[in-house]
């Protein structure tokens, strides 16, 4: 995808517990005022306290999100909001804050989606 393993946390980062990667297909709805457009991105980390998107699209510092991971009948609905967005490469990278802390419940849904749509998982 478009994350690699240089792209992880760097001196810098300022989190408090580290986001194991994912590669998660996801959908998110801005709250920014755009026709609520809802746009396809990657999910790239996840952590209880936060999420980091891969999207074509840059969203604003602040804007509220609603995300969107699935697949099949699983299905899992986080809020956040936008603490960041940088741009890399043809992509804009978003740091976000959940409102509300990732359950142990949907941390396993979050896996059990990703190992479902890993590109080797036939």
Request: net charge neutral; charged share 25%.
């Given at each position: 995808?478009?994350l690699?393993?240089?792209d992880?946390r760097s001196?810098?980062?300022?989190r408090?517990?580290?986001?194991p990667?994912?590669d998660v297909s996801?959908?998110?709805l801005a ?6 457009a ?6 790239a980390d996840?952590s209880?306290s ?9 969203v604003e510092n602040?804007?509220?999100l609603?995300i969107e ?22 992509w ?5 804050r959940l409102n509300?802390?990732l359950?142990?419940?949907?941390a396993?849904?979050l ?6 749509t890993?590109?080797?998982a036939?």
């Amino acid at each position: 995808m478009i994350l690699n393993s240089t792209d992880r946390r760097s001196k810098d980062d300022r989190r408090a517990e580290p986001r194991p990667a994912q590669d998660v297909s996801i959908r998110f709805l801005a709250g920014d005022g755009t026709a609520g457009a809802l746009c396809d991105a990657r999910l790239a980390d996840a952590s209880t306290s936060g999420v980091r998107i891969a999207s074509e699209r840059p969203v604003e510092n602040g804007t509220a999100l609603l995300i969107e991971a699935h697949h099949g009948p699983q299905r899992l609905n986080l809020s956040a909001k936008v603490m960041w967005c940088r741009e890399k490469d043809d992509w804009h990278l978003i740091g976000c804050r959940l409102n509300a802390p990732l359950t142990h419940r949907q941390a396993g849904l979050l896996r059990s989606i990703a190992e479902a749509t890993a590109p080797d998982a036939s």
